[in-house]
């Protein structure tokens, strides 16, 4: 599912036009963003939660050279399922292996 096919989603279960559908996904994901670069987690009770975490430096290698490389420090943005989430998201595996 792509973003336009979610906000007609939204739009179909919640009875909005599909422009103010696209609207509310827009403004949500701008104020997890905004939340997120400020350092703040967004926690939605039974879906999961989105945060920030800080990576370390590290050294790599270049695959085609073999040359060491440094990679740098960097925040890297992570999202953790809540119980309600996964557990809905198993109980879909179960009815399609039934």
Known sequence: MNKSELSAEIAERTELTKAKAAEALDAFIDIVSEAMSSGDEVRIVGFGTFAVVQRKATE??????GAVIKI???KQPKFRPGKALKDQ???AKKK???
Do not use: D, I
């Open 60 to 65: 790599g290698r270049n695959p085609r050279t």
């Open 72 to 74: 740098a420090a960097s």
């Open 89 to 91: 998201v198993n109980k």
């Open 96 to 98: 399609k292996a039934a």
